[in-house]
């Protein structure tokens, strides 16, 4: 009796020391100062351009390889609302794919804020 009592309480321990006090715990932090090279190049290689290339593919409208194309999409043609909206959303980006996570959204976001640095 004694030894199942002692793995409850061990479980127990086990199970409620598992938790999250909160989403800064989940997810990078953002950095101070956001810059293109290190923070924002990497989420567009590996979210946009399989279809924002040079040409660009399946009916994108512009190319998002370099700094200046993607601050253009910023500020010009709309890119934060389209990769922040809703998950099937008309219009989302990417295109047909899975919406980007918010901690990545953030990061564009604070690299329009800060000045757009490279």
Known sequence: MKEIRFILILCTTFFCSCSN?????????IP???SYSRDV????DSNC???????P???????LLTKLQVQDAIVNR???DR?????G??????????????????????WQADGFLE
């Open 21 to 29: 006090e909160s989403s800064n715990d989940l997810v990078n932090p």
């Open 32 to 34: 101070e100062k956001v």
């Open 41 to 44: 190049k990497p989420i567009t």
């Open 49 to 55: 351009i399989p279809c924002h290339n040079n040409p």
């Open 57 to 63: 593919l399946n009916g994108a409208p512009m190319s």
């Open 78 to 80: 709309g890119l934060l």
């Open 83 to 87: 990769i922040s909206r809703d998950q």
């Open 89 to 110: 959303a008309p219009g989302m980006m990417p295109n047909g794919g899975i919406r980007l996570p918010q901690n990545s959204i953030d990061i564009i976001k604070k």
